[in-house]
């Protein structure tokens, strides 16, 4: 079973950068397809990026452009580079990792705002 640890979040201005870090524990994270999901107040959880074990990445339209999903399985950890932040991108963002079950995290807060 799987362990999932999610930072690197904080407070940043419009336009500005965030690299979000989810540290695996427990199994190795290259069996997992990995995913980033946010949550903002008063809303659903919703997918943000995905990457498959194969390297094979999916972002939602909001994000596609400005935010990179990644995964380094040597370091048994998955990347989110956000870039052009926008206040509407204000959330908790979470880790999943999922081979036959879904595992998530905790999540980290990211704020966008002047």
């Known amino acids: 079973q799987v362990q999932l640890v999610e930072s690197g979040g904080g407070l940043v201005q419009p336009g500005g950068s965030l690299r979000l870090s989810c540290a695996a524990s427990?199994?190795?994270?290259?069996?997992?397809?990995m995913g980033w999901y946010r949550q903002a107040p008063g809303k659903e959880r919703v997918m943000v990026a995905t990457?498959?074990?194969?390297?094979?990445?999916n972002y939602s339209d909001s994000v596609k452009g400005r935010f990179t999903i990644s995964r380094d399985d040597a370091k048994n950890t998955a990347y989110l580079q956000m870039n052009s932040l926008r206040p509407e991108d204000t959330a908790v963002y979470y880790c999943?990792?999922?081979?036959?079950?879904?595992?998530w995290g905790k999540g980290t807060q990211v704020t966008v705002s002047a």
């Open positions: 990457i498959a074990r194969g390297g094979s990445a």
């Open positions: 999943k990792a999922t081979y036959f079950r879904n595992y």
């Open positions: 427990g199994s190795s994270l290259s069996i997992y397809t």
